[in-house]
């Protein structure tokens, strides 16, 4: 099954989290408070862009008014999250991707329409925020000449769910066999690397982690 707008509307990812892991998920109230903290820090003339740099590249589930290809200096994308519920199990935690420091990162700026860019942003935060691993930052994102300030989405180091960096062959082993409530680790993955190829964007990290990953078994994902 792969999360839906009316996921996101039901709060079916904060039920799943919380109930996979008792008392991860932040409640609305923590929700909203966190959005509100990121408002205020929004930069003076600053749009309403948001950085894609996973599953948001090939699931946004919000409007869009305009799409640009941008890079982010100083972040790289990483599987360094556990996932307990939406792409593994407590029992087999999976794995997303998060933005950790250093490096560069390329992905797709997206324009929230202004009217109902704080509704949608309420809504992200439900998917994004939902157990508070990520640190929500507003980040100048260089797209070809044009510098947007976007928000972004940065791990938490201290977060319990953050792995670090693991090894090559501990990231190919969890991404070949985790699946959660919302499809699989190598579901994940492989759409992330078709939406980046479909811009024209070829991330060699991703690349050598799908070179190793066995094929699935017959009839799988």
Request: hydrophobic share 40%; charged share 20%; aromatic share 8%.
């Amino acid at each position: 099954m792969t999360l839906s707008r009316r996921d996101l509307e039901q709060n079916r990812m904060g039920a799943l989290y919380a109930k996979a892991t008792r008392r991860a998920a932040l409640t609305p109230e923590e929700l909203s408070r966190s959005l509100m903290a990121t408002l205020a820090r929004k930069p003076k003339g600053a749009g309403w862009w948001v950085f894609g740099y996973g599953s948001l590249l090939w699931n946004p589930l919000f409007p869009i008014a305009e799409t640009a290809r941008g890079t982010v200096r100083g972040l790289h994308r990483r599987f360094c999250l556990k996932s307990l519920a939406s792409r593994g199990t407590p029992e087999l935690p999976g794995l997303v991707l998060g933005l950790d420091r250093g490096g560069s990162c390329r992905g797709l700026v997206f324009r929230l329409p202004s009217p109902l860019a704080v509704d949608e942003l309420h809504l992200l935060w439900r998917r994004e925020m939902v157990v508070g691993s990520y640190e929500p930052r507003w980040v100048k994102v260089d797209c070809g000449g044009t510098t947007r300030c976007a928000l972004a989405f940065v791990v938490k180091r201290a977060h319990p769910h953050y792995t670090g960096r693991l090894g090559v062959e501990e990231e190919v082993r969890i991404l070949g066999c985790a699946c959660g409530a919302f499809g699989s680790s190598r579901e994940y993955l492989s759409h992330t690397r078709a939406a980046l190829a479909a811009h024209g964007i070829v991330d060699p990290y991703l690349e050598a982690l799908a070179a190793r990953l066995a094929p699935p078994p017959a009839g799988g994902a």
